[in-house]
């Protein structure tokens, strides 16, 4: 079992920047940031998949965000910059990527991370 911590989230300014991470207790194949906000479904954001890190970015944060992994740390990484209002959410880290489903699909990864609210304020 594989735990995963998250840190990092809080209040930022419209147009301002946040860093996210989340380290896990072990070593875990594929990485993912998922979103949700109130009311709203659980969406993915960014994933880091594969040994040469394939990267992959929902639309709505392609150019803003940015997603990284340290391989010795167990450690994946959200840079958001040029944050929105639209961006508030709480943030969920995801870890152990079934290769056999879709990165963007929540379903497709076995660990979670407890979540970390991002307020990004107009």
């Known amino acids: 079992q594989v735990q995963l911590m998250e840190s990092g989230g809080g209040l930022v300014q419209a147009g301002g920047s946040l860093r996210l991470s989340c380290a896990a207790s072990?070593?875990?194949?594929?990485f993912s940031w998922f979103r949700q906000a109130p009311g709203k479904e659980r969406e993915f954001v960014a994933a880091v998949l594969w040994s040469y890190g394939a990267t992959y970015y929902a639309d709505s944060v392609k150019g803003r965000f940015t997603i990284s992994r340290d391989n010795a740390k167990n450690t994946v990484y959200l840079q958001m910059n040029s944050l929105k209002p639209v961006d508030t959410a709480v943030y969920y880290c995801a870890a152990g990527f079934n290769s056999r489903g879709t990165y963007s699909v929540a379903s497709s990864y076995d660990y979670w991370g407890q979540g970390t609210q991002v307020t990004v304020s107009s």
């Open positions: 072990g070593r875990t194949f594929g």
